[in-house]
Each structure stands twice: as C-alpha cells, then as structure tokens.
C-alpha cells in the first residue's frame, strides 16, 4: 500500500506542476516575446496537451479500467493464472492467496469441522479461479479417501511450495495437522511482510529520484529562458 501510496502523490505533484505551475509562467514568457528552448516549448506543449485534452485523457482513464475490469471478468480463469506466474510478484499474490487459505482451514479444522468441508469453505478465501479449482480438485481427492498430502501431492503440486507438502505430510503423520497449517500460515506471513519491506526500500529511492529528475526537469525548463535573458543583458 505505501509504495502505491508514493507513486499517486508524484503523480499528483507532476499533474499539478504541468496544469497550473507551468500555465501560469507561459503567459508570463508570452508578454515577454522571446525565443524559448527546445527543453521549455517541450513542457508548454506538455503542459497544454494536457490542459487542452483532460476531459479526454480522463474518460480515457475511465475506458481503460472499465476494459480491464470488464476482460478480468470474462477471462477471469487466464487472468488469475497470469497473477501468480508472474515474475517476482506472481509468488507474492500466489503466497498471500495460501497464507489465507492455510489460516482459515487450520481456524476450521480447531473448530472441529471435517477436512472436506473445511477445505470447501476455505477455497473461499483464496480469490484466484485457477487455484481455485485445483483446491476443488484436492478436495475431491480427500473426499474419496486420499490424504491431504497425498492429493497435494497429485493436484497441487505446481502451486504449493515444498514446505507446504513437508509440513502437512509430518502433521499428518504426527496427528497434529492442524498445527502444521497454523506454522505454514506463519511462515507464509512472514515471508509477505519481509519482501513488502523490501519492496517498499527499494521502490521509495526509486520513485524519489525518478520524480525529482521530472520535477527538476520542468523547472530548469522553466528557468532556463529567465537565466538566457539575463546573461544577454
């Protein structure tokens, strides 16, 4: 959330700069009648296209993210695969979608409910068709005698780490099932929160100097003419 957090406040900054900053200084440049550089006539130009067009690049915006809600639904199953094959954060939407799932079925399973039906209730939680119906298909497998390791083993194996096969199949084995989800859930926790923190160190340095070069970039473009003018006087 913090990074995203960052990210809409420089957008907002540099929205602002080039719609009611940079429109401002132009009227002045324009009673001066100077020749401006190529590095300010690219912010006016900038800065007008995006005054001249708002109404149309917001109901562009709009459009965008209605398609994009309007495709994830009718292609939810392809979309929901993508999500936790990603590089780098398909393991993070992939291990947050488990660290649910693991915690509501060892709630599930303490509060005395029987395996199948746990699992039913828990799938819930994962919110990702594609794991889903493997969860769906995992649960038939239990239902039709299988061990829980047995039918991760056989259906699950693509989405569920190693760790999470050795603990259940030690849980099982010991009679404590329910203490092995509750340390996957833990450990899955843990895992989530250690790359957001790194995640977060590494995006906030990023997105500072990217948007300070911007920012420095519209006012040095904006100065420029001024510093001209003075060096010929």
Not at 64 to 84: S, T
Not at 122 to 132: F, P, Q, S
Not at 216 to 223: D, E, N, P, T, Y
Request: aromatic share 12%; glycine share 4%.
């Amino acid at each position: 959330l913090y990074p995203m957090v960052i990210l809409f406040v420089s957008f907002a900054v540099i929205a602002f700069m080039i719609s009611v900053v940079v429109p401002k200084i132009v009227k002045i440049y324009l009673t001066m009648k100077v020749q401006l550089p190529l590095s300010t006539r690219a912010v006016i130009w900038l800065s007008n296209s995006f005054v001249e067009h708002k109404v149309f690049f917001a109901v562009l915006l709009i459009v965008i993210f209605w398609l994009m809600y309007v495709l994830r639904a009718k292609y939810r199953n392809i979309y929901d695969l993508v999500k936790v094959k990603l590089p780098i954060f398909g393991t993070v939407f992939l291990k947050s979608s488990l660290q649910r799932f693991f915690e509501t079925l060892f709630i599930l399973l303490h509060s005395g409910i029987p395996l199948v039906q746990s699992l039913d209730i828990a799938k819930a939680t994962l919110d990702n068709k594609y794991l889903e119906v493997i969860v769906s298909d995992i649960k038939d497998k239990v239902e039709e005698g299988s061990s829980l390791y047995d039918s991760i083993r056989n259906s699950g194996k693509e989405i569920f780490p190693n760790i999470s096969l050795q603990l259940i199949k030690a849980g099982e084995n010991s009679g404590n099932l329910e203490q092995s989800l509750q340390k996957l859930s833990d450990i899955f926790e843990e895992e989530i929160e250690n790359f957001s923190k790194y995640l977060t160190s590494i995006l906030e340095p990023i997105t500072i100097v990217l948007v300070g070069t911007i920012i420095g970039f519209i006012v040095f473009s904006l100065l420029l003419p001024i510093a001209q003018i003075s060096t010929l006087r």
